[in-house]
């Protein structure tokens, strides 16, 4: 068996490797679109065969998890290359598509898998571990032909809500894995470094709702469901009600998991302009308690709220993504600066810190490991001797 790093030996995001069994059968794993690209072009497709026009050895696309820089490019590959993914990851693809977000994908056919059972495709065979990060439906792969093992970590965290899939994978990690490809967004950082929890990030929200006296304004990712959990049981806790959009709505509901806040519970509502459903709120009704919501900001809501008084002075103003995308949300930064507004940053990687990628690769224990999803492949070196670089398209035995 060889592989390939397409794109990822040293950049964050646009992630595509290609696994070779030697009978020529080939597998892509993730194919997304760098962070730094302007639009979703075919021309950003990594050089690999028969993407645009199918090739019989081309057995299918395996989709780590729902975020664009993992799937995105997969808009322009050939429709009769099967696309391999989770289900609930599949149901929001087709949630996002449906309400036209930037860049959404869907699939028109996805064959769906399960987590920690094994599947096969040609010769290949996979199993999906379901993984902690910022994405909902994230999986690791163990990828298995011609009598050695392959690990692709996907991007996986400790410290998120599902941390305890993380302690029950090291604590019975795949065996005898030939190559670890590893993410390693957080090398070049302090290596001492430990990143907040999320319930780190509760109290600090909680502490911000309880001395707001207008409303509270959240800028976060409909599709991080452990941050939408904790600004939830944040607001639970401080007596505000939850208001979202309609698309957010539609992605809980995409979930099919009860216990995720959704419209059917009474201190989580939907923003309108009319109060035909019960759990409908409109900006009149929250402009009476305006220390009784806390708002997040998806879809249009703020565009319809944005000409109104309830920006002013009294209200507060969260910041919850990557950095990254500040020059997205410029124009409502910026008008909660110039109202007064309090505002301050609130938020935790969805990336595994320098504690638990040591964590994970002493667990796994390959016999190589291959960094990817990182600027700064080199540091890994220091942390583990059996660490090989390889470049984008270098061609490797496993």
Known sequence: MKACIRRGAEQIGGSAVEIIASNGQRLIVDLGLPLDAENNTADLLPNIKGLINKSDDLLGLLISH??????????????RIPVYMGRIGANILNIA?????????SFDKVEVFESNKTFE????????????????D?????????????????????????????????????????????EGSCLGRDKSEKYE??????????SVFKKTEGLVFIQASSQNIDRIVTVYRATKKSGRKLVM?????????GLENPKIPNFTWPDVKKFATDETAPHNVTAEMMSLNP???????????????KSTDLINSSTSFIYSMWDGYKELYAERIEKMKESGAYMEDIHT?????????????????PNVVVPIHTFFPKDLIAMFSNTKIHKDNEVFEI
């Open 66 to 79: 729902p975020h664009q820089d993992h799937y995105a490019l997969g808009q322009h590959i050939d429709s």
């Open 97 to 105: 598509k449906q309400h036209n977000t930037p860049n959404a994908v």
């Open 121 to 136: 495709i040609g010769t290949f065979k996979i199993t999906p571990y379901l993984v902690d990060h910022s994405a909902y």
């Open 138 to 182: 994230a999986y690791a792969f163990l990828i298995e032909a011609d009598g050695k093992k392959i690990f692709y970590s996907g991007d996986f965290r400790s410290h998120g809500r599902k941390s305890k899939i993380f302690e029950k994978m090291i604590a019975n990690p795949p065996k005898d894995i030939d190559v670890l490809f590893v």
């Open 197 to 206: 929890t999320e319930e780190d990030l509760e109290a600090r929200f909680l």
């Open 245 to 253: 959009s309609g698309y957010t709505g539609h992605i809980l509901w």
């Open 291 to 305: 220390n009784k919501y806390v708002v997040l900001l998806g879809g249009s809501i703020f565009n319809q709220l």
């Open 349 to 365: 990687s969805g990336h595994a810190d320098i504690p638990t990628l040591k964590k994970f690769v002493e667990a796994i224990n």
